[in-house]
């Protein structure tokens, strides 16, 4: 009953459709006064996994957290959806804590922020004791523990504070995936019997692409051309590079500034702010820059240089595309990055340098894989990417027939490795081929070599695109001390046996996708009127200048791409618009409608009503799961409503489950039908629902061994409750 009522709460208070993975399981679990450790990935939708509930409960919700530039941002956006919420922590003057003290003490604040050393004091503690605290919120939890990347001390006295609150739930939250920091977690907050939340750390919206770095001015460049308006982050490694870029890109027209731990603190709190509130498209910054951003329409993440590890490198380009759609991360790389960075490694000793050579290793892993790259990404993060395809990686998206054969350049260029020795690198190797006569040629006699001249018919640029393929299919290596190609293993095949070498020579290209529009992009992403879009983007800054507030705290980009696509023209329609709830609506809804109206009066333009009409009525009717139930029942097939309602096939399966909760049945064999499995698999999992029992799929997820995703899971475990009731 109550996951009804926090359902509504998402669509009259949020303005969303549907939950994310795993936050209405989160939400029954809290409700339920269970403690739960939540382990998602940045952008997953932690926040509504207390914030839902802290309207539902009678007393006070108080959230542990250690990024206080973020709670007024938060407390904003809590504020504008019409939760009563504050925050305490150092940054307030001491009237306005007194005053926040006497809302606190009057009892309309719902939910309450806190720093950890705020919470500490004295006073706070004493303040608490006079209040119901129903739940006990940690946020970034993985600051508790020593092994992340993290720590703060303040937080290990969180277990013993939380001891004083024995009648309320404790929820602790992060995204910071290894076992350990959550071991750590679970035993010093005493949550061993807790329940465990890890969502997927693979973020779908994300395409995730590698260059090689050739030219990189031109190649931003070219990947910026078409996304003049669109939000982005560019890390570089050095300062100087910040400073450089910036410059450059500032020098071509774009509206940008730089980053860094060398600017005077003012000035990166004024140019972070900028970025924020939209001010300036991009940002060019070194890693100082990110935490506790919490802007939700970054489009685009970009590497100038190689990040230092998959871990850094995943928390960066997770700052892309928070609100769920389509964000671009390229990486442009280069073999003289890696070599920067294994000179820093050499400099270190001991397990350090262990630790840094296997980081470099499973970066570079990632970076030359040829198979969909969530693969190695996700087992990094422990984590079994099954599917064969992503469809939103560089690799993924490379159609069959890009693939070209080189295997005759191939043949030239391993001889010509072998016939110099295997004693020198690429661009003496191009030298050969091309019948150079430089010095360095001459010198080594190398124009007395048979294959000396025989490649003039390519470029020096492409001799060494051809090596950056041979290294990538396996065909050659580089000496790591010297840096001179040498054969492998697999080299002879190609020499002379029946190995044919297939592959993209030309990796530099950066520009892709904006023309056509984005891969994974939905319906209305491709299609809305980009020219009201930009009119209420206007009115949208125009709000945000006025109340000094970040504008997405206003309403996301999502919301204005669906304004800009149904052209709503009276109140009635607004709610249902992704992000529009009762709150804003009253605030704003007048002021969008103007922009609107004007607009389509002048073109003449009606609203699509027919379509939002029914999504309107389909978001406020609250029992959504007993329309699509009903549909199912008259035929309607999962896949179907899922396209027809806009939504994953999970959400639906979902809310079939209410559907059979209820009492309904369902036709196991229609279910059935979805699943990927071999039948022989198949049955392997319904015994093991037998064994374990199927409410729980985690029990079955571990006795499984994990060889079966969750969203496989999903599938047999409503078949197999269909097929029981
Ligand atoms: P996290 O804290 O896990 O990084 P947030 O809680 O900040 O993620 O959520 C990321 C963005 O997604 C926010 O803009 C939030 O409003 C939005 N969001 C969260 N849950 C949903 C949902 N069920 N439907 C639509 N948007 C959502
Ligand atoms: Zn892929």
Redesign the pocket.
């Known amino acids: 009953m109550t996951i009804e009522k926090a359902g509504q709460i998402?669509q009259e208070t949020?303005g969303?459709?549907?939950?994310?993975p795993l936050?209405q399981e989160i939400i029954s679990n809290v409700l339920a006064q269970k403690d739960s450790l939540v382990i998602?990935?940045?952008?997953?939708?932690?926040?509504?996994c207390y914030q839902i509930p802290s309207m539902l409960f009678p007393g006070l919700t108080i959230v542990i957290s250690p990024l206080i530039s973020l709670m007024k941002d938060q407390v904003e956006?809590l504020s504008e959806v019409g939760i009563p919420a504050l925050f305490l922590n150092s940054t307030l003057s001491k009237e306005q804590y007194q005053v926040n003290v006497a809302r606190i003490r009057s009892g309309d604040v719902k939910l309450l922020y806190l720093a950890p050393e705020t919470l500490m004091m004295a006073k706070t503690r004493k303040l608490l004791e006079e209040l119901t605290i129903d739940c006990f919120t940690i946020d970034e939890a993985h600051c508790i523990s020593e092994w992340g990347h993290d720590f703060r001390p303040e937080y290990r006295q969180l277990a013993q504070v939380r001891k004083d609150f024995p009648n309320s739930v404790c929820l602790a939250?992060t995204?910071t995936a290894t076992p350990r920091v959550q071991e750590d977690i679970r035993s010093s907050l005493e949550m061993e019997k807790s329940e465990v939340f890890v969502a997927s750390f693979d973020r779908k919206n994300l395409i995730l692409k590698i260059a090689d770095k050739q030219k990189p001015l031109e190649q931003i460049l070219d990947f910026l051309y078409t996304r003049k308006r669109e939000s982005g982050i560019i890390y570089c490694f050095s300062r100087r590079q910040v400073d450089e870029l910036a410059y450059d890109l500032k020098q071509q027209g774009y509206s940008v500034l730089p980053y860094h731990a060398g600017l005077a603190e003012q000035e990166r709190s004024d140019h972070q702010d900028a970025f924020i509130r939209d001010r300036i498209q991009i940002i060019v910054a070194t890693v100082a820059f990110g935490m506790g951003i919490?802007k939700?329409d970054v489009r685009f993440v970009i590497h100038h240089d190689m990040p230092q590890n998959i871990e850094s490198y995943y928390q960066q380009i997770g700052r892309a595309g928070?609100?769920?759609r389509t964000a671009d991360c390229l990486l442009l790389y280069s073999y003289s990055d890696r070599q920067k960075i294994q000179y820093f490694i050499g400099q270190k000793e001991g397990d350090e340098k262990e630790i840094a050579e296997k980081h470099l290793e499973d970066l570079i892993g990632y970076l030359e894989t040829q198979q969909c790259r969530r693969k190695p990404l996700m087992n990094y993060f422990g984590e079994e990417y099954t599917e064969s395809e992503c469809g939103m990686c560089d690799n993924c998206l490379r159609e069959k027939g890009d693939l070209e054969d080189y295997t005759t350049e191939a043949r030239k260029y391993l001889s010509t490795v072998v016939r110099s020795g295997q004693r020198f690198g690429a661009h003496h190797i191009a030298d050969i081929l091309r019948g150079s006569s430089a010095k360095k040629i001459l010198e080594n006699n190398h124009d007395q070599l048979t294959t000396y001249g025989i490649g003039k018919e390519w470029s020096k640029d492409q001799w060494i695109q051809l090596s950056r393929l041979l290294i990538r299919s396996g065909y050659l290596k580089k000496d790591p001390d010297h840096g001179s190609l040498i054969l492998t293993e697999e080299s002879e095949s190609l020499l002379r046996g029946g190995a044919s070498l297939l592959g993209i020579l030309d990796r530099t290209q950066t520009a892709s996708g904006a023309a056509g529009g984005r891969r994974g992009e939905s319906e209305i992403e491709k299609k809305y009127d980009e020219f009201l879009f930009e009119e209420l983007r206007k009115k949208r800054k125009e709000l945000a200048e006025k109340l000094e507030v970040p504008p997405?705290v206003i309403f996301?980009d999502t919301t204005l791409m669906e304004m800009s696509y149904y052209y709503p023209q009276s109140e009635e329609m607004l709610p249902g618009i992704?992000?529009v709830g009762s709150a804003k609506l009253k605030k704003y809804g007048k002021d969008f409608l103007r922009v609107i109206r004007t607009y389509c009066e002048g073109k003449k333009i009606d609203d699509r009503a027919g379509v939002l009409v029914n999504k309107v009525k389909k978001t406020t009717s609250g029992k959504k799961y007993e329309q699509v139930g009903q549909a199912f029942e008259q035929g309607k097939g999962v896949l179907e409503l899922a396209e027809e309602h806009g939504v994953k096939t999970a959400t639906i399966l979902s809310h079939l489950k209410s559907w059979l909760d209820d009492g309904n049945p369902l036709e196991k064999e229609r279910i059935v039908v979805l699943s990927g499995l071999s039948e022989r698999k198949q049955h392997e999992v319904f015994k093991v629902f037998d064994l374990v029992g199927a409410d729980v799929l985690k029990h079955a997820y571990e006795e499984l061994n994990k060889s079966v995703d969750y969203n496989e899971l999903r599938i047999l475990q409503l078949a197999y409750q269909a097929g029981h009731s």
């Open positions: 998402l949020f969303y459709n549907s939950f994310r936050q998602m990935p940045t952008g997953g939708g932690k926040s509504l956006q939250l995204a919490n939700p928070r609100d769920g997405y996301p992704y992000g």
